[in-house]
């Protein structure tokens, strides 16, 4: 069915640049809005940077001015690119999509299941 994979986490030193990716699979009808969350140990998770159907966006105030999502050409696919990255931005970061699956009249929040992002100091 469907799933959303994360990739592009790993380790980076402060200042630097990371850039990751999400995929949605599966018999999808509509994908309205995709966006990133993170968690770091022992916080909620929060938003990152969400986009929707027609282009808008949203960043965490923490982030602004950094990190820049979009989407893909294929439609089900979004990125963050992250720059000048902060030792504080280490966290787990989870993709996120609001996914209208086909045969279905639901719209479904679907999570990854995380890429871990460090950032060294």
């Known amino acids: 069915q469907v799933q959303l994979v994360e990739s592009g986490g790993g380790l980076v030193q402060a200042g630097g640049s990371l850039r990751l990716s999400c995929a949605a699979s599966?018999?999808?009808?509509?994908?309205?809005?995709m966006g990133w969350y993170r968690q770091a140990p022992g916080n909620q998770r929060e938003l990152v940077a969400v986009?929707?159907?027609?282009?808008?966006?949203n960043y965490a105030d923490s982030v602004k001015g950094r990190f820049t999502i979009s989407r893909g050409n294929a439609v089900n696919t979004v990125y963050l690119q992250m720059n000048s990255l902060k030792p504080e931005d280490t966290a787990v970061f989870y993709c996120?999509?609001?996914?209208?699956?086909?045969?279905?009249?639901?719209?479904?929040?679907?999570w990854g299941k995380g890429t871990l992002v460090t950032v060294s100091s």
């Open positions: 996120n999509a609001l996914i209208s699956p086909m045969a279905t009249s639901a719209v479904i929040n679907y």
């Open positions: 986009l929707d159907s027609g282009g808008r966006t």
């Open positions: 599966g018999t999808i009808f509509s994908i309205s809005t």
